[in-house]
């Protein structure tokens, strides 16, 4: 796996001009390396491939990144002295670096510790555009862990009870994920109730949920690296009119959008689709986020109003709109898609019917 990536990467290099690559990026290094710790370096040239690390990793390097030289750096000193002293040793002329993940202070570390004879060029996507479009193996684990946080909601919806607060939820979703496989929570559940639906990104409080409120829930689960994403937005007792009512627009752009789904279309005439069909219905002002996302978020910018990337087979992404009133509440339904030859797989199999919970 490490050697064919390896590749792709090299031929990123080449396009880019440069004779040595700097990552940095944690997810990055774990997607060319499989190193999964959560701090090192890897330099990468036409001929070699480099993981650095200090002591604490050692043995783990060596036993998930086949086919990379591993060096091991002194805790005590930071891991870019250590890249700066492989850089310096290998003699690279154009070093390219992650500009989206290298702040200004370390960037200046950098440059005083390489050598003036390099030259640091910033890259964007050099990893990202080879990790966009996913292998059948890849989709499979996505596959196995979108499947989990389906049934973690098919199992929330019989717990969930007026009564219970935002984060006794939030527990139980924590609770059958890792009771059921998960290696982590893909990022931090959200679960919020009545009004604080309205955030798009609420952390859940000891709030108590009552009758006659929405509930909207978004999580996901991760296998072997590869994660999902699933909102979901149920209410506790039958929906009144304004409720359903905002309940069927989210869903009618969203299923509008996945539709229009196919190789070639760029990532903002898909977004365009959901915003324009909420706009027509009154609610325009009301979808503040982006359509969508790839999975994961930094593999690339998804469906956003200025996003020009080319859809293609086995891009995944989110396919999540949303309407927020403060003071009221919101609605955001979610499932994880993948782009195929002719149109688009819809991955999220959880019911996007109104539940009712009583």
Wanted: proline share 4%.
């Amino acid at each position: 796996m490490n050697g064919a990536r390896l590749q792709k990467v090299r031929q990123q290099m080449e396009k880019r001009n440069i004779d040595a690559l700097l990552i940095n990026n944690i997810s990055n290094i774990w997607y060319v390396s499989g190193f999964s710790g959560s701090m090192g370096t890897v330099v990468i040239t036409p001929d070699r491939a480099i993981l650095l690390v200090d002591g604490r990793y050692i043995l783990q390097a060596t036993q998930q990144a086949k086919g990379f030289e591993i060096v091991e750096y002194h805790q005590a000193i930071d891991p870019f002295e250590a890249a700066s002293g492989q850089l310096n040793k290998l003699g690279a002329k154009r070093v390219g670096f992650e500009s989206d993940y290298l702040n200004y202070s370390s960037f200046m570390r950098l440059r005083e510790l390489v050598s003036d004879s390099i030259e640091l060029i910033p890259v964007q996507r050099t990893i990202e555009e080879v990790r966009i479009v996913k292998e059948p193996y890849e989709i499979e684990l996505t596959r196995k862990a979108v499947k989990m946080a389906d049934d973690c909601f098919n199992h929330l919806v019989t717990v969930i009870k007026p009564g219970m607060t935002e984060r006794e939820i939030s527990f139980e979703i924590v609770k059958y994920l890792f009771e059921h496989g998960s290696d982590q929570l893909a990022f931090e559940s959200i679960v919020a109730a009545g009004p604080h639906a309205a955030v798009p990104h609420f952390k859940p409080t000891d709030t108590v949920v009552e009758r006659g409120q929405m509930v909207k829930v978004d999580f996901g689960a991760v296998v072997n690296g590869y994660l999902s994403d699933l909102t979901r937005t149920v209410f506790l007792g039958e929906p009144d009119e304004k409720q359903r009512e905002v309940y069927n627009v989210v869903l009618e752009a969203q299923l509008a959008a996945i539709d229009a789904i196919r190789p070639g279309k760029k990532g903002k005439e898909i977004d365009a689709v959901a915003r324009n069909y909420i706009a027509s219905k009154g609610y325009g002002e009301y979808f503040i986020h982006n359509l969508g996302h790839n999975i994961p978020k930094n593999d690339g910018p998804g469906f956003t109003p200025e996003s020009e990337t080319i859809l293609k087979p086995g891009m995944i992404l989110t396919v999540e709109p949303g309407i927020y009133i403060e003071g009221w509440g919101g609605v955001r339904i979610e499932d994880d898609v993948v782009v195929t030859d002719s149109g688009v797989e819809i991955l999220t199999e959880a019911t996007k019917d109104i539940i009712v919970i009583s």
